[in-house]
């Protein structure tokens, strides 16, 4: 029986993206050797969207976190140093905006509607 989901970056600055996780987001960590950090995550959701393969294409992966209170979150992440890449957004699902993270990564941040 599945029970959990392990996610993967793939990252050009491993060790920085680890801080971000665990001193911005503040995600409780196992250090399993050698500072590699399995990182425990709270509750999760998996969807399935359509795609006509164009964009994004078929076999994309997407990884988002998401909040009760977008703009309480995003004064707390701000005042640990996150930075976002644009302002709130309403995308249907829910409002939505962008963490900038070490490795270039962009990850969407999301109070859903449903």
């Known amino acids: 029986m599945i029970r959990g989901l392990h996610s993967l970056f793939y990252s050009s ?7 971000f996780l665990r001193d911005k ?12 950090l399995i990182f425990d995550v709270p509750e999760a ?4 969207h359509p795609t006509d393969g164009k964009e994004p294409p078929s ?22 140093g996150v930075s976002f890449s644009q302002g709130v957004e309403d995308h249907g ?8 993270a070490p490795g270039g990564f962009r990850i969407q941040l999301y109070q859903p509607k449903y």
């Open 59 to 80: 076999g994309t992966t997407h990884l988002s976190f998401y909040c009760d209170d977008i703009e309480a979150t995003m004064a707390g992440l701000q005042a640990k």
């Open 93 to 100: 699902y829910g409002v939505v905006v962008f963490m900038e």
């Open 45 to 48: 959701h998996l969807g399935v």
């Open 13 to 19: 600055k491993p060790e920085e993206l680890r801080a």
């Open 25 to 36: 987001l503040g995600l409780p960590a196992t250090d399993i050797g050698e500072g590699w």
